[in-house]
């Protein structure tokens, strides 16, 4: 049904050449992009108490409003990433329960857990979008109704990347619930653009081979 499927990545990610697994790979590019910001937010602060830790011991100077830009950075190591470790079937799953299930039992049970999740990504997505609302301004001094305490930072720019990396969790969930309903629908084993279940032992050969594969390239 599937054949000519390879994989996207060391995940379990397979690929063809369908509608569902070009629009995975596209918003996958992006969840890359994400993902590299929230790397770059965090090389970022470790910079920052670089300098501040050394302003402080050798010059008594810290870095002034350093608490400020690390409450800044939160949101972006936190949030924008989210959707990435989502694509790969990083967050927290029931293995126990999910390993036990084969077929299409196995992807009503997906389906209907993505769908929750879809459901409370859309109210979050609302809720944190009003939450910005109340704090950006045009007619106040850097747009902003609220700032930080030390240095006075806008905190609009930080709350709108909240409501952004929910709503691209939200494509990714509702990719997946179409993965799941497709799955479902015709009786695939190895559906596209889904995480794929795996137990310790094939997870564990499959990051030795990944290593493995580093090391050979390395040595040549």
């Given at each position: 049904?599937?054949?000519?499927?390879?994989?996207?990545?060391?995940?379990?990610?397979?690929?063809?050449?369908?509608?569902?697994?070009?629009?995975d790979?596209?918003?996958?590019?992006?969840?890359?992009?994400?993902?590299?910001?929230?790397?770059?937010?965090?090389?970022?602060?470790?910079?920052?108490?670089?300098?501040?830790?050394?302003?402080?011991?050798?010059?008594?100077?810290?870095?002034p409003?350093?608490?400020?830009?690390?409450?800044?950075?939160?949101?972006?190591?936190?949030?924008?990433?989210?959707?990435?470790?989502?694509?790969?079937?990083?967050?927290?799953?029931?293995?126990?329960?999910?390993?036990?299930?084969?077929?299409?039992?196995?992807?009503?049970?997906?389906?209907?857990?993505?769908?929750?999740?879809?459901?409370?990504?859309?109210?979050?997505?609302?809720?944190?979008?009003?939450?910005?609302?109340?704090?950006?301004?045009?007619?106040?001094?850097?747009?902003?109704?609220?700032?930080?305490?030390?240095?006075?930072?806008?905190?609009?720019?930080?709350?709108?990347?909240?409501?952004?990396?929910?709503s691209?969790l939200?494509?990714?969930?509702?990719?997946?619930?179409?993965?799941f309903?497709?799955?479902?629908?015709?009786?695939?084993?190895?559906?596209?653009?889904?995480?794929?279940?795996?137990?310790?032992?094939t997870?564990?050969?499959?990051?030795?081979?990944?290593?493995?594969?580093?090391?050979?390239?390395?040595?040549?």
């Amino acid at each position: 049904m599937f054949e000519g499927q390879t994989m996207a990545s060391p995940s379990s990610i397979l690929t063809d050449n369908s509608t569902l697994s070009r629009l995975d790979l596209m918003l996958f590019w992006l969840e890359t992009k994400l993902a590299l910001i929230g790397g770059i937010a965090v090389f970022s602060l470790m910079i920052l108490a670089v300098i501040s830790v050394s302003g402080r011991n050798f010059a008594n100077t810290p870095l002034p409003g350093y608490v400020d830009w690390i409450e800044q950075a939160m949101p972006v190591i936190a949030f924008v990433g989210v959707s990435y470790t989502q694509r790969l079937g990083g967050h927290i799953r029931m293995d126990i329960l999910i390993g036990h299930l084969r077929g299409r039992a196995l992807w009503l049970v997906e389906l209907i857990s993505t769908l929750v999740m879809l459901a409370l990504m859309l109210l979050l997505v609302w809720g944190t979008f009003s939450h910005f609302l109340r704090s950006i301004d045009f007619s106040a001094p850097l747009w902003s109704r609220d700032s930080s305490m030390d240095i006075g930072l806008p905190l609009w720019p930080t709350k709108l990347l909240v409501p952004v990396g929910f709503s691209v969790l939200s494509l990714r969930l509702a990719l997946q619930a179409w993965g799941f309903a497709r799955a479902f629908a015709t009786g695939a084993t190895r559906p596209v653009a889904v995480p794929l279940y795996e137990d310790a032992a094939t997870a564990a050969a499959r990051e030795a081979a990944t290593v493995s594969g580093f090391e050979d390239k390395e040595s040549k």
